[in-house]
């Protein structure tokens, strides 16, 4: 799709310039970034495979009619633990559409759509956005991670925001990528009509409370993108989590949620300590094998994971049980 500039970082020193001409699309998105509430939780989906390692679609549609009864603000399709790296373009937007189909009305559906380059990103983020997503999540491209300073970062999630028909939601995963998105590239991207918000997995409290004092001129959201920090993220002007743990702990999740912004801290913080090893487990410990098994334990269909994932051994099991049981969850 051909657009027309309206927003660019430009010079050596990615100087932020207003925006000038819009298309009747980018301003579209631009009202719908202006919009788009994404306070609450949301759970970054498993994918289910069969035995084969085939997208399993149906176990992923019952999976969809358990979390409907949860109140989560919406779903996070194909980010990190829905296993995106090792999905083809096609699955990914397949499954999309799959999740768009089952979705309750009203509940907000944001899709991975990042990609190592910048045209292949803005390829899948309109393929995305047709599939059915309100919103993309646009992880940081990070094979030449050396040369991934903020300019190239600026430019890249710039183009993405230009031509997106849907609002943008960086995505900063250094746990994943070995790459942080700098403060002051959030801070210049934050500016840009498009882009809605950010999603930070980092967990330190401090930059996320930078970025929430610095952008508070902006209608910029910054969503805590681990349960481990959820309630600190909150206290610092955080507006939402995406985390991996309310693939199993949905309702947990949403009650923490529900105490952190009514103020009841005192309760917040005993349900928060209480989800820091589950939490630890299912992610940085043990990772989306340990999430899955996690999920089948609650009632889910996690099952396999596609190579070269591996099953967990049976002592990984056992630790991941005494992280759960040892604080009362199982």
């Not at 030449?144 to 190239?152: L, N, R, T, V």
């Amino acid at each position: 799709m051909q657009c027309v500039r309206a927003w660019r970082a430009l010079s050596s020193r990615c100087r932020v310039l207003p925006p000038r001409a819009w298309t009747r699309t980018q301003s579209h998105a631009a009202a719908a970034a202006a919009r788009l509430d994404l306070s609450g939780i949301y759970p970054p989906i498993a994918t289910p495979f069969t035995v084969k390692e085939d997208v399993d679609y149906q176990k992923l549609e019952e999976n969809l009619h358990k979390y409907a009864k949860i109140p989560f603000k919406g779903l996070v399709v194909q980010g990190s633990n829905g296993e995106y790296p090792f999905l083809t373009e096609e699955e990914r937007v397949e499954v999309v559409k799959a999740v768009r189909r089952s979705l309750p009305k009203g509940k907000l559906l944001m899709a991975g759509s990042g990609c190592e380059s910048t045209g292949a990103t803005v390829r899948l983020t309109e393929k995305m956005a047709a599939a059915g997503a309100d919103a993309v999540l646009v992880v940081t491209p990070c094979f030449y991670k050396g040369k991934m300073d903020s300019c190239a970062l600026i430019s890249h999630f710039t183009k993405v925001a230009d031509s997106s028909p849907v609002p943008v939601v960086l995505y900063s995963v250094p746990a994943n990528t070995g790459l942080e998105l700098p403060v002051d590239a959030v801070l210049q991207l934050s500016q840009h009509p498009n882009i809605l918000g950010l999603k930070d997995s980092g967990g330190d409290i401090t930059r996320i409370g930078l970025i929430v004092h610095k952008t508070k001129m902006q209608d910029f959201q910054v969503l805590a993108g681990s349960a481990g920090f959820l309630m600190a993220a909150y206290c610092v002007g955080a507006i939402g989590g995406v985390c991996a743990l309310a693939n199993v702990l949905g309702q947990e999740l949403c009650e923490l949620e529900r105490l952190c912004v009514s103020g009841r801290w005192e309760e917040a913080r005993v349900l928060q300590q209480r989800l820091i090893e589950p939490n630890a487990a299912v992610t940085r410990k043990l990772g989306v094998p340990a999430l899955k098994q996690a999920m089948e334990w609650f009632g889910f269909h996690g099952g396999v994971c596609r190579s070269p994932l591996q099953a967990l051994t049976e002592t990984e099991i056992q630790q991941l049980r005494r992280d759960f049981s040892s604080n009362g969850w199982l």
